[in-house]
């Protein structure tokens, strides 16, 4: 009985570990998908494709209302984009959210500004990108396509050495 144990035990081991690789194989491989096809909306309502802003590189932070370690990277995030405001990229926070009144006025009461999308959850666009977790930060070159699809996090300073080595 005691080996049974043991088996059950390395297998479920095995099991788990090789079922951890390939979903970090799977979320490494660059997506090339068109990411401008997607469309979201922002607090006026108006509809918005990635290849609007093409051009320019677009960091994307996407978030939930509900997720605390969202809510303390929102300051870095907005200090990202005031640093950068002259740079060729945008800065645009994505919230995973099916109320959108809910979210905007989520938006006003804690006085956000910047660049604001919704986009339901389960939607095509966190589907077929692998983006289920939040917070995440995605970098889009500026022909719209995936180029860091685990970006580093606005409060690490590493980051903003990142950033700077795309306009050398």
């Known amino acids: 009985m005691r080996a049974y144990k043991y088996l059950l035990a390395f297998f479920s081991f095995i099991f788990l570990t090789v ?8 979320d490494s491989i660059q ?10 909306r922002d607090t006026l309502d108006r509809e918005w494709k990635f290849g609007d802003l ?18 303390r990277q929102m300051p870095y995030f907005e200090e990202l984009s005031r640093e950068y405001k002259d740079r060729p990229i945008r800065f645009i926070s994505i919230c995973v959210e099916n109320n959108v009144l809910l979210w905007k006025n989520f938006l006003k009461q804690k006085k ?4 604001h999308w919704v986009t339901p959850i389960l939607s095509p666009f966190l589907r077929e990108n692998g983006f289920m977790a939040v917070p995440r930060f995605v970098l889009l070159d500026k022909k719209g396509q995936i180029l860091w699809s685990k970006a580093k996090q606005p409060s ?3 980051l903003k050495k990142d950033l700077d080595q795309l306009f050398d």
Request: hydrophobic content about 45%; overall charge positive.
């Open 19 to 26: 079922n951890v690789q390939a979903m970090m194989k799977r």
């Open 31 to 40: 997506r090339v998908k068109d990411m401008s096809l997607y469309v979201f």
């Open 54 to 71: 093409k051009g320019n590189y677009i960091f994307l932070e996407i978030w939930s209302m509900s997720c605390v370690p969202c809510l």
């Open 112 to 115: 956000m500004n910047g660049i």
């Open 156 to 158: 690490d300073p590493e």
